[in-house]
């Protein structure tokens, strides 16, 4: 029986969960801009917003094995997936996704209602990133900049699950949804050197028939960039002593594209970037630098950025 069960658990890719982690930086933003929140969130909200973000995103997870299904079977990976080798009743797939959806969304809205439009959103952007005709995927470009838009989507689940309601900073949404899209970007890139095939990599994606190995590398240096500049102007606004963690998280970022270029790379499959134990050091140190930096005012480095030109010139 539970044989039976394993292949509809599996196209829920509940090992892809650790992702809601991209909720956490929401929630930590807002002890800085409200420091008095921290002792009145009630705990069990956030517990419910990471299930239902869990349960929202996994809907999205069935919807794509499902309408991908055809295209995985070029793919060398992919084609052993429980839908493409027949594993899974695709009506009963399609009453999967359904349900998860219908039960993250409902959970969404028992925590408040700006979280729950947050999984609608979350939702919404699954269905046009995978249901044709619109079908984001298969269009360069806006297939990275539609699945990379969950960045901020989640990043705002985290804000709201706190109960802060006011917006948070459009530059720190900007930058979330431009570093996942330089993670994406790098996984196509890596996807297409994988696959080493134009012909079969334009059959398993479309945007593969645009997409080359010097068009994948200028857009991962264009997110790149955009992500600092939108940091930047963050840093600047807010919290200037945040620039002393640049050189990790851009090492960090280094190190992933450095993965991204090794033949099979792990960057194509994020659910076992776990196993590379040196990112994953770099990004614990990255954070836990950001966290400090965030909670340690240090009035002499801001000093060297807040100096008047006049003053300067005397």
């Not at 069990?44 to 299904?69: G, K, M, P, Q, T």
């Not at 295209?71 to 399609?94: C, L, M, T």
């Not at 838009?149 to 530059?171: E, H, K, Q």
């Given at each position: 029986?539970?044989?039976?069960?394993?292949?509809?658990?599996?196209?829920?890719?509940?090992?892809?969960?650790?992702?809601?982690?991209?909720?956490?930086?929401?929630?930590?933003?807002?002890?800085?801009?409200?420091?008095?929140?921290?002792?009145?969130?009630?705990?069990?909200?956030?517990?419910?917003?990471?299930?239902?973000?869990?349960?929202?995103?996994?809907?999205?997870?069935?919807?794509?094995?499902?309408?991908?299904?055809?295209?995985?079977?070029?793919?060398?990976?992919?084609?052993?997936?429980?839908?493409?080798?027949?594993?899974?009743?695709?009506?009963?797939?399609?009453?999967?996704?359904?349900?998860?959806?219908?039960?993250?969304?409902?959970?969404?809205?028992?925590?408040?209602?700006?979280?729950?439009?947050?999984?609608?959103?979350?939702?919404?952007?699954?269905?046009?990133?995978?249901?044709?005709?619109?079908?984001?995927?298969?269009?360069?470009?806006?297939?990275?900049?539609?699945?990379?838009?969950?960045?901020?989507?989640?990043?705002?689940?985290?804000?709201?699950?706190?109960?802060?309601?006011?917006?948070?900073?459009?530059?720190?949404?900007?930058?979330?949804?431009?570093?996942?899209?330089?993670?994406?970007?790098?996984?196509?890139?890596?996807?297409?050197?994988?696959?080493?095939?134009?012909?079969r990599a334009a059959?398993?994606?479309?945007?593969?028939?645009?997409?080359?190995?010097?068009?994948?590398?200028?857009?991962?240096?264009?997110?790149?960039?955009?992500?600092?500049?939108?940091?930047?102007?963050?840093?600047?606004?807010?919290?200037?002593?945040?620039?002393?963690?640049?050189?990790?998280?851009?090492?960090?970022?280094?190190?992933?594209?450095?993965?991204?270029?090794?033949?099979?790379?792990?960057?194509?499959?994020?659910?076992?970037?776990?196993?590379?134990?040196?990112?994953?050091?770099?990004?614990?140190?990255?954070?836990?630098?950001?966290?400090?930096?965030m909670a340690i005012?240090?009035?002499?480095?801001?000093?060297?950025f807040n100096t008047?030109?006049?003053?300067?010139?005397?």
């Amino acid at each position: 029986m539970f044989n039976k069960i394993l292949p509809y658990i599996d196209i829920a890719r509940p090992d892809h969960w650790f992702k809601n982690i991209f909720m956490l930086p929401g929630v930590l933003l807002v002890f800085f801009f409200a420091e008095d929140i921290l002792s009145s969130i009630p705990v069990l909200n956030l517990i419910l917003a990471f299930i239902s973000a869990c349960l929202v995103a996994s809907s999205n997870y069935v919807l794509n094995e499902v309408l991908d299904a055809e295209k995985d079977k070029h793919h060398p990976d992919k084609q052993h997936r429980p839908v493409p080798s027949g594993r899974v009743s695709i009506p009963i797939a399609y009453a999967e996704w359904i349900v998860l959806g219908a039960i993250g969304i409902a959970l969404g809205f028992t925590i408040n209602n700006h979280f729950g439009v947050m999984t609608i959103l979350l939702w919404v952007a699954g269905t046009l990133y995978n249901i044709p005709p619109i079908r984001l995927k298969d269009h360069a470009y806006a297939d990275v900049l539609s699945e990379s838009l969950n960045n901020p989507i989640r990043f705002g689940m985290g804000w709201y699950a706190t109960g802060f309601l006011v917006n948070p900073p459009l530059s720190m949404l900007l930058a979330y949804w431009m570093f996942g899209a330089f993670l994406m970007a790098m996984k196509r890139y890596a996807e297409y050197k994988h696959i080493a095939d134009d012909d079969r990599a334009a059959r398993y994606r479309n945007s593969f028939k645009y997409y080359n190995e010097e068009r994948l590398i200028e857009s991962i240096f264009f997110y790149g960039s955009f992500f600092g500049i939108m940091s930047g102007f963050f840093l600047a606004r807010y919290r200037i002593e945040l620039i002393l963690a640049t050189p990790i998280v851009a090492y960090a970022m280094a190190y992933y594209m450095h993965l991204g270029f090794k033949p099979n790379s792990p960057v194509q499959r994020p659910e076992h970037l776990f196993k590379a134990h040196k990112l994953v050091i770099l990004i614990a140190i990255a954070f836990i630098t950001c966290v400090a930096l965030m909670a340690i005012d240090i009035p002499a480095f801001s000093n060297l950025f807040n100096t008047p030109l006049l003053e300067v010139g005397k």
